[in-house]
């Protein structure tokens, strides 16, 4: 497992970037709102590894989060329309969610 704590939505997504050969096969992507009102957790679960950001990717709200986590979630292969829909939907995903990619077992 491979941590990362920022601040900042263009850090979070320059980690994830430099981090998906790491990944093997994506299996999931979870994205939660911690107990905090303004904490939020992305963990993406692939065959070979799995990534936590802690902070930087937010959802439910127009705003740099939101648009920094639709860009991970292309990066993941989500269509962008699905991947503004997660991030940026504030009834449905304020508080979060969770994807999972089909896998080939081959």
């Not at 979870?30 to 937010?58: A, D, F, W």
């Not at 990066?75 to 896998?103: C, M, N, P, S």
């Amino acid at each position: 497992m491979i941590t990362y704590n920022v601040d900042e939505t263009e850090q979070a997504v320059k980690f994830v970037e430099s981090n998906l050969s790491f990944l093997g096969k994506i299996y999931s992507i979870e994205h939660k709102r911690l107990k905090m009102e303004s904490e939020y957790q992305t963990t993406i679960n692939g065959s070979e590894e799995t990534l936590v950001i802690n902070g930087g990717l937010s959802s439910g709200y127009l705003g740099e989060g939101p648009r920094g986590l639709a860009r991970v979630l292309e990066k993941l292969g989500i269509q962008k329309e699905e991947a503004e829909y997660y991030a940026k939907d504030r009834e449905t995903h304020k508080k979060g969610f969770k994807h999972t990619f089909l896998v080939s077992l081959d």
